[in-house]
Structure formats: structure tokens, C-alpha cells
């Protein structure tokens, strides 16, 4: 059954800022409910065509205080929370702000439950938010309780969402596919609109893949394996998102990776990542190619040694190949 094709809702520009060589807009709009999202528009300075565009998906992280901010610089300073997590998944880098740089209009979103789109604390519930208390830590900064709060406050999530006949997973996927069509309908955006992230980012790429035939080609990073690999392994690590209610009864997390060949799929597989055991991202890769069988040029999946990261040279190569398929 075809998707509406859903825009942002009541869409403002609330600020402009030029520097290091990027323009950027910060907009806000309503997807029909809570909080309005926050958004920024990156695209290179000077730029005066309309240029091939890029959602850029910010990961899950247990850090739900921050959203977009994770892999985009925009007006204000960056957080050191927020530098600590790029230097440890990112190589340091905002890679939403490089990819405008290298000739991208980037849309850089918080996602359902993150950022602008989080659950306010006190909005909790008093047993989830005990339960972040208990779990932060000692001393823990306004970010840090909010995130160990949120960790609990997802599976209430899910139920919710269940309860209303639907998934987590589907719920972020819309907003996703609202700023896909948002990206799209740019006069200064041409008719190419991919998608990138890392870890969770992945899973939000992945998702969009298979739910939009507007997508014109993505990339997932560090979110690949076989749900039979993780049974034994991490599963209190992930996310709803990675496992949305019933679908495991029809098909394998790679297999939603590929339902849309043969639309462009870049994955990228870390050797020793915490989160994706090494025989299962080798039994996905073989089951997308599989898939791909008859239009192999359209799938690349390629492996880096090193633990789950989107590093610079990963980075580059997920630029080249985006750039490749403009």
C-alpha cells in the first residue's frame, strides 16, 4: 500500500548563520504532534544551483537529551557531552557539516524522542524517573539523568506505541519520511535525496529505505547483522527500532535493508563492532547480496576492522559513494 506523501506542517525559519564555509538554517515545524521539530539545513557557502541532497540521521547513543547536535555543528557552541560522543564514534568530526562542505544540501533532524522531540523528564512517569536516578550514577549533569531516564522510558514507548497499532520504529520512520519529503520539495534540492547514519542513524536509514520510494539511495553504518546472531549476544544493548513488534515472524533485519532492490545500498560493517557480532554481519552482507543478485552493482557492503564507529575514512568513502550515484 503506497505512503502518503507527508510535509512538514506549519514550517518556519528561526535563524541563519554562515561559517566555516556552510550556510545554515535552523527550521522548526509540527508533524501533527508534541513538540515541534528542530531541524537545521546545511548547504556549502556560495552555492548558487540546486544541489543533490542528504538526510543525515543522528544515532540513538543512550543520548536522547541530544539529537541532531551529534553529527552537526550549527549555531551555537558545541556541548562537551555532545564533543565526547563525536570523538568517540565520529573520529571528532560533525560529518553532516563535512558532507555539505564536499557539495550536499544536508537536513540534519531530531528524531522522534530525541532532542527538540524528547519527553520532558517530569512528563515521566515517577517510577521510570527513580529508576534514572538510580541509574546515572553519582552526580550526574542535567544530560546524564535525562539519558538514563530515557533508557527506561523507551520500552513504556513501545507500548504505547502498541497499544495504538503501531511500532516505535514506524513512528520515527514517519518523521524521517516527512523530512525526506520536506528535502525533496526544496526548489534548491535536485531530484536526488539519500540518507546516512551511524548505529542507530543506520537503523533510521534503513527504515526510510524500505518505507520510501522517494529515497533515492542509502547508506547504514554499523547497524547490520542478523537477528539470529544477536539472540545470544546484545540484545539489551538495542533499540525498539532494530526490532519492531512481529516482524521478525516475516523477515530478517537485512532483508528490510534490501526490500527495495535495486535502490542504491551502501553498507558499512565494522570487524569488531561491540554491537554486531562478525559471523552475523557476514551472514547479512551474503543475504543482501543475495538479494542483489541480479542487479549486483547497486549494493557495496564493505568491512573495517576496528569496534562500532563512522570514522573519517569511512566517512570519505560513504561521501564518494553518494557522490557516485548524483
Not at 10 to 34: K, N, P, Q
Request: aromatic share 10%; proline share 7%; hydrophobic share 40%.
Amino acid at each position: 500500500m503506497p505512503v502518503a506523501v507527508e510535509l512538514p506542517a506549519d514550517l518556519r525559519v528561526e535563524r541563519r548563520w554562515t561559517r566555516d564555509g556552510i550556510v545554515g538554517e535552523e527550521l522548526s515545524y509540527s508533524v501533527g504532534f508534541g513538540p515541534r521539530t528542530v531541524a537545521w539545513l546545511l548547504r556549502p557557502a556560495g552555492a548558487t544551483r540546486p544541489l543533490p541532497g542528504v538526510l543525515a540521521l543522528h544515532g540513538h547513543d543512550g543520548n536522547k537529551y541530544y539529537g541532531k547536535e551529534k553529527i552537526a555543528d550549527g549555531p551555537d557552541p558545541v556541548p562537551d557531552f555532545v564533543a565526547a560522543g563525536r570523538s568517540t564514534y565520529y573520529e571528532g568530526r560533525a560529518f553532516a557539516n563535512d558532507l555539505a562542505r564536499d557539495g550536499f544540501a544536508v537536513l540534519v533532524t531530531d528524531a522522534f524522542a530525541w532532542g527538540s522531540r524528547r519527553f520532558p523528564l517530569p512528563e515521566m512517569p515517577p517510577r521510570i524517573q527513580a529508576l534514572g536516578n538510580l541509574s546515572a550514577g553519582p552526580n550526574p549533569g542535567e544530560a546524564e539523568l535525562y539519558n538514563a531516564a530515557a533508557s527506561h522510558h523507551e520500552h513504556l514507548l513501545e507500548k504505547y506505541c502498541s497499544l495504538l497499532g503501531t511500532t516505535f520504529a514506524a513512528v520515527v520512520a514517519r518523521e524521517d519520511r516527512i523530512a525526506l519529503n520536506y528535502l525533496r520539495s526544496r526548489p534548491d534540492t535536485t531530484d536526488f535525496v539519500g540518507s546516512v547514519g551511524l548505529s542507530g542513524g543506520g537503523c533510521r536509514s534503513a527504515l526510510l529505505q524500505a518505507s520510501s520510494d522517494h529515497l533515492s539511495a542509502a547508506v547504514i553504518v554499523g547497524m547490520m547483522g542478523t537477528y539470529d546472531s544477536l539472540l545470544d549476544h546484545s540484545v539489551v544493548d538495542h533499540t525498539w527500532m532494530l526490532m519492531p513488534a512481529g516482524f521478525a515472524r516475516h523477515a530478517d533485519w537485512p532483508d528490510l535493508a534490501a526490500c527495495r532492490t535495486p535502490a542504491p545500498l551502501l553498507v558499512q560493517y565494522n570487524r569488531h563492532d561491540e554491537l554486531f557480532p562478525h559471523a552475523g554481519a557476514q551472514a547479512a552482507h551474503a543475504r543482501i547480496t543475495a538479494h542483489y543478485a541480479t542487479s549486483p552493482s547497486s549494493y557495496t557492503g564493505l568491512f573495517y576492522d576496528g569496534p562500532h564507529k563512522f570514522d573519517q575514512v569511512m566517512q570519505q568513502a560513504a561521501t564518494t559513494w553518494l557522490h557516485n550515484q548524483t
